[in-house]
């Protein structure tokens, strides 16, 4: 089993920032996937960031350029840095892990998830 705790969340103001967090604890290795998604009201469920199995970052295309996804293996720990922050950012951000999948980037195929950490952005 594996747990996940996000933190960091809150509430900004357009344009800037926040560090969102991830602790993993339990049966965790460093070679499972791991990824961020997020989900506003009345909308589906959407991947933001993952880190694959061999250690490859990938974004959603919204996100490019603002977001940066990274981990701290010794820490079992992954971080979300946002940056210029859009209205449309506000949403649930949950932290997702699987042991099988290279991409944490199919949301039924995921085993573990956190309770999510709520980001609201105002303008």
């Known amino acids: 089993q594996v747990q996940l705790v996000e933190s960091g969340g809150g509430s900004v103001q357009a344009g800037g920032s926040l560090r969102l967090s991830c602790v993993a604890s339990?049966?965790?290795?460093?070679?499972?996937?791991m990824a961020w998604w997020r989900q506003a009201p009345g909308k589906e469920r959407e991947v933001v960031a993952d880190?694959?199995?061999?250690?490859?970052?990938s974004y959603a295309d919204s996100m490019k350029g603002r977001f940066t996804i990274s981990k701290d293996a010794a820490k079992n720990t992954l971080y979300l840095e946002m940056n210029s922050l859009k209205p449309e950012d506000t949403a649930m951000y949950y932290c997702a892990t699987d042991p099988v999948l290279f991409r944490c980037t199919r949301r039924g195929d995921i085993d573990y998830w956190g309770q999510g950490t709520q980001v609201t952005v105002s303008s």
């Open positions: 880190i694959n199995s061999s250690g490859g970052r």
């Open positions: 339990g049966n965790i290795d460093n070679t499972f996937c």
